[in-house]
């Protein structure tokens, strides 16, 4: 009788995906907990006790289900993060990687992430990047507008990256928080990087939206999107504005140009080098002399300019004159 069981085989692989990656569950480590205790400590801003001490509670709980301890210390400002063989108010920790999401927690927390988004780091799926922006731009103002730019207007370029990403973004100071999947941390990374680079983020987001939109369509899925993607061409003000100056060839010439003539060889062609010190001074003097009565003579005629009458016109063309007149004033009428 034929077997109606449709159930895979174990040699049948063809139903089974190679690249699925199964959860860690605490029936992966039934041998018990880890050899050596690991833990963190992370500081935090006086800003962020107050929210903190609320949301501590939460983050407890979460920690608990992966046995993890943790502590909020608001004298020294700090919070700890450990693993622990057995105690009784937590399991042991099965999970070897669960420090470094405990870890990754307690620094978002301090970036004033919200709780509820800094505890999405815990699912296997999900990580973060903390972004230091202040070290790509030197100068503090344009460090302050590039920042700005990435927010946006009202955060509307935020907005609009966290959703082509499908990441959370948080900026705080000199930081950007980021928490969502790799290939989404990756975009957002590169997109941070040049918007400090003077590179406006309007751009990635209109590259980034054509990618969203060509990954929906099956037949362009194995193709090269080169073609349909928006190339941007780099361009300087300075140098359009900059006149196109043409450098003339001049003829080449072995020889090195003719020094200039000093003080003393002008002196020599003058005449003046064997004349003595008080002649020199008698010389100059005479010729200050000069100069300044040339330049009396010349103003003397300028203010005798003013008391020469002027040439009185003929009977004749007074008469002329007159007729003139009195026509345009006809024409006027």
């Not at 049948?12 to 018990?32: R, S």
């Not at 406006?200 to 939109?213: A, C, G, S």
């Amino acid at each position: 009788m034929p077997s109606t069981n449709n159930a895979p085989k174990p040699w049948d692989t063809d139903d089974i995906d190679k690249w699925k990656i199964d959860p860690f569950l605490p029936t992966d480590n039934v041998g018990g907990g880890l050899a050596e205790e690991s833990s963190f400590i992370i500081l935090f801003p006086k800003y962020r006790e107050v929210y903190l001490r609320e949301a501590w509670p939460g983050v407890t709980k979460a920690l608990k289900n992966i046995g993890i301890a943790c502590t909020l210390d608001l004298v020294n400002g700090s919070m700890e993060v450990k693993t622990v063989s057995y105690s009784s108010f937590t399991k042991k920790t099965w999970d070897p990687a669960a420090i470094l999401k405990a870890r990754d927690l307690i620094k978002l927390l301090a970036r004033s992430v919200p709780a509820p988004e800094a505890l999405r780091i815990l699912d296997d799926n999900t990580a973060c990047d903390v972004i230091k922006i202040r070290n790509l731009v030197n100068n503090k103002e344009k460090f302050v507008k590039r920042r700005q730019r990435l927010l946006g207007p009202n955060g509307s370029t935020l907005k609009a990256l966290q959703l082509l990403t499908s990441t959370y973004l948080q900026v705080q100071g000199n930081t950007v928080s980021a928490i969502g999947g790799y290939k989404g941390l990756k975009e957002v990374r590169r997109v941070i990087e040049d918007t400090m680079n003077n590179i406006h983020p309007i751009y990635q987001i209109k590259e980034l939206m054509v990618k969203r939109e060509l990954a929906k369509d099956p037949l362009l899925k194995n193709e090269s999107w080169d073609r349909f993607l928006p190339n941007y061409k780099k361009r300087s003000l300075s140098k359009r504005l900059k006149p196109h100056k043409v450098s003339e060839k001049k003829p080449y010439t072995p020889f090195p140009p003719a020094a200039e003539p000093s003080k003393v060889d002008l002196q020599l062609e003058a005449g003046e080098y064997h004349i003595g010190r008080d002649a020199k001074k008698r010389m100059a003097q005479e010729d200050r002399l000069e100069k300044q009565k040339a330049k009396k003579e010349e103003k003397k005629r300028e203010r005798e300019r003013d008391f020469i009458a002027p040439d009185e016109p003929v009977d004749g063309e007074q008469h002329k004159k007159k007729k003139r007149k009195t026509k345009a004033a006809r024409d006027e009428e």
